[in-house]
């Protein structure tokens, strides 16, 4: 099942804040946020594992709660180059196969 | 380093043709899987490959085949193409599940079906 993301699409300056949200209904071992510019492959950020600790990605940060199944996505004084769909992947384990389902997506445009 | 090679990046095709796209990848990656991407609906999986000769179905499988023949391939395969297939394709590489890492993507394809 689809991880569920929010906002849908965030509208920001230069310089402003943005928070992401990715939930789950299933427990997760692990949380994969991806950036695709417009007609590009979507390229990785980071991973966020069952029992880690808080990535960082320049001055994007995420965070993993597995108690809630949910993960959220920290983009702190945005820059142009930050715009683009932001892709939480979720992976459940089961045996020693692991397959990473991705949600809807959410647009970030960050402004001049 | 070539990386993830999808082909072709283009395709046209009529309904009821069938075609095959093309993935190879270099890195000596176990973990091969196929996406879907539509708008509005993100990234769905079609099928995945933990290693050779082992696949398994995603969330979106009907009217797909794959095979793992090498590590190196993981073709694509639409037998009898529907408009509902039109869509842009990414196939992705990464290391086995037991290390979980980031996935490597091709370029994509982009199919139309007429």
């Known amino acids: 099942q689809q991880p569920v993301q929010s906002p849908q699409a965030v509208i920001l300056r230069e310089g402003e804040d943005a928070v992401i949200n990715c939930s789950s209904s299933k427990a997760l071992y692990s949380v994969h946020w991806y950036r695709q510019k417009h007609g590009e492959a979507p390229v990785f950020l980071m991973i966020?594992?069952?029992?880690?600790e808080q990535m960082r990605h320049e001055k994007i940060s995420a965070s993993f709660n597995e108690k809630k199944q949910q993960s959220s996505l920290y983009l702190t004084a945005s820059q142009l180059s930050y715009s683009g769909t932001y892709f939480c992947g979720t992976e459940i384990r089961w045996g020693n196969t692991g397959k990473l389902i991705f949600g809807q997506g959410t647009t970030l445009q960050v402004k001049p | 380093n070539a990386g993830v090679t999808q082909t072709p990046k283009f395709q046209v095709l009529k309904t009821g043709q069938s075609m095959t796209l093309q993935c190879a990848q270099d890195?000596?990656?176990?973990?091969m899987s196929w996406y879907r991407q539509d708008p509005g609906m993100g990234l769905r999986l079609i099928h995945y490959?933990?290693?050779?000769?082992?696949?398994d179905q995603g969330e979106v499988p009907n009217g797909y085949n794959v095979s793992r023949s090498t590590t190196e391939d993981f073709p694509l395969r639409l037998l009898s193409a529907a408009p509902s297939q039109t869509s842009v394709y990414f196939c992705a590489s990464s290391r086995p599940p037991g290390n979980t890492g980031e996935l490597f993507f091709g370029e994509g394809s982009r199919l139309t079906v007429l």
């Open positions: 490959s933990v290693g050779a000769g082992i696949t």
């Open positions: 890195m000596n990656h176990e973990y």
């Open positions: 966020l594992l069952k029992g880690g």
